[in-house]
């Protein structure tokens, strides 16, 4: 659901956040935007010292950061996107500049700058709309606008700052401290939007929209600069405005050297700023014959929305070609080995990783077309490879939030059951006999089809979905009732950690079959933590630990209703009225348009099913328990609490 009616203009617009903060995706994603988060590689070294005002800074590194990304997806990613969302936040104190700090000792620096006194926080805004045009062109629409809030600090002490600072929290946050989490209790009060200092100025980046969509219904009108951009603080600037529009010339992905950042002397700095281009006063002169069209023309598409239509087509056809170059990576251990040497070049890679230098070559040079991977050339040198940041936080195999025991899962179990998608529709059953050479029956109940491999592997899956999603499952309601739970087919612990980090005052036990139970000692908890236990049985069979709340996360969607019924009624047996059930499940739109992971999930024909809302909550209502929240969290799994009647 929007509550902004601008918000569900973009529902059918490709978005694009060029931030890879978890904050600012949160902040829109809770106000139901739909986009992707394309990371930016601009690195923000502008020279602070060229601005006049802190608040430059941050809008001009908003702009660098929104138009790097507007620029290299019609190159990299074949598609052009229709909004491309940059931001940048600074704290400000004593006229100093605030990023995020490099080390403890720089957030020591910036934290006691910050003690005992008010401070500001900008957020740089810049918002572009990109227009295909003919003969390969791209028009960019620019507008940018800042928020400014004030924070005022309570004074702290060396003990106070040193606990926070090891906390780790700082080291990633602007001004070292992130104010919706530990770092609320420094503050003392706040003047101004509270988002802002979080990452986004969500208020004013709806009003933004809505200049954009709901007052801008002629070209006249979008000439207007009360339109196009404005900027807003605590402190009440007047308002000012710039719009800026320029063309950019995309060449065909193979004979472009924008892929490559080259570190040659007369490209540094930015030769090709597009801030040069856009401010040029010819470029104000090109407004109007620039704008973008902001409604989408209806009938017989033109030409430019079939181009479009067959970028989306290509896109989708092309989709398992990227699936199996990620894992090929992966499997390698490419992503691994440039994190342990970055700036390898392919023969270097190719040595190490056992392979061809012409595969190498060819799966570096995709990997960077697909954003996994960065390469840089100096001086017309071989390219060197790196990890972009997407690929060090999620496809490093030790990353706290890695997906590689996922990625081996897709590759080798759900690929091939895929590859034999045909059949499965046409018999509307699984393949897994023709895709493995044996029944599937239940991995962890046979001993004889499935080896230990096999279930590690399984379990590497469960985990690290459960490490991505386990925190915002956790927090996603009030469970402060409960004291205790049980995670039903709770696998490696993962989830249950989480909901014992969030809340202090609950244990879980974690019961699964008992083979899975015996493995868990290779999954280390990520801390130690007596209020987790494990308890080995099949909840289908054996007695269900007593429990305040049990958690589903996961599990009915691999059963049939039948099946459902019967674990269900049996937790409905062992539940005392005010009792509660947490399920975690990809929920499906009521008219079965979304989300696809679910849909395509479907496809596998498992015995399972996945549901909607609506169908979860009446199959728990038939077991006395009464749907009382629903949370779509934005991450890989929703939530829904279900409370004993
Ligand atoms: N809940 C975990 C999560 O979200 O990461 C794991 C979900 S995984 C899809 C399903 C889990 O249910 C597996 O760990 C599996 O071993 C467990 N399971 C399947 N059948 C079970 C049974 N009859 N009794 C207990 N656990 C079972």
Known sequence: MALNPVISKLANKLVVLASASPRRQDILRNAGLKFEVVPSWFKETLDKG????????????????????????????????????????????????????????DAYRMLSSLSG???????????ILCHDKE???????????????????????????????????PMDKAGGYGIQALGGMLVESVHGDFLNVVGFPLNRFCKQLDLIYNQSTS????????????????????????????????????????????????????????????????????????????????????????????????????????SKALFTASKLGVFDLLQRKPGLDAEQVAQEVKASVKGTVCLLEACVSLGLLQSEEQNSQKPVYENTDLSSRFLLSDAPLS??????????????????????????????????GKKSKDMFQDTVYYNQEVK???????????????????????????????????????MAYEFTKAHPELSVTVFDLPAVVEMKEHFPPPHRDDRVTFVGGDFFEDELPKADLYILARILHDWPDERVDVLLKRISDACRPGGGILLSEILLDEDRGGPSRGLLQALSMSVGKQRSTTEYSLLLKSHGFRTTQVRHTGNLLDALLSIKE
């Open 219 to 322: 070209s006249s009108e979008r000439e207007s600069p009360s339109v196009i951009s404005s900027h807003s603080s605590a402190a009440k600037h007047s308002p000012s405005s710039s719009k800026h529009t320029h063309h950019h010339h995309r060449k065909s992905p193979s004979a472009s050297p924008l892929h490559k950042v080259k570190r040659t002397g007369s490209d540094a700095g930015g030769g090709e700023s597009p801030l040069k281009t856009v401010n040029s006063s010819s470029n104000h002169a090109d407004v109007s014959d620039c704008t973008l069209p902001l409604t989408t023309s209806r009938g017989r598409p033109s030409e430019q929305e079939e181009k479009e239509d067959l970028k989306k087509i290509m896109d989708l056809m092309d989709g398992f070609k990227a």
């Open 403 to 436: 997906l590689h025991g996922y990625i081996q899962h897709c590759d080798r179990t759900v690929w091939p059951l895929f590859s034999h998608l045909e059949s499965a529709v046409k018999e509307g059953s699984s393949q897994h006999d023709k895709a493995f």
């Open 456 to 494: 590690l592997r399984f379990m590497n899956a469960m985990h690290s979905i459960a490490r991505v999603t386990g925190r915002d499952v956790a927090t996603a309601f009030d469970l402060s009732s409960f004291k205790t739970a049980c995670d039903l087919g709770g696998c490696t612990g993962a």
């Open 135 to 169: 003969n390969e062109e791209v028009d960019y629409q620019l507008m940018d606008f800042f928020e400014e809030t004030k924070v005022k600090f309570a004074d702290l002490s060396e003990s106070m700052l040193w606990e926070y600072i090891n906390s780790g929290e």
């Open 50 to 105: 060229l601005f006049k005002a802190p608040h430059e800074y941050a809008v001009e590194t908003a702009k660098q950061k929104a138009l790097e990304v507007a620029r290299r997806m019609p190159l990299k990613h074949l598609k052009t996107p229709d909004m491309v969302i940059g931001a940048d936040t600074i704290v400000t104190v004593d006229g100093m500049i605030l990023e995020k700090p490099v080390d403890k000792h």
């Open 117 to 127: 006194k008010e401070h500001s926080v900008y957020t740089g805004v810049a918002i």
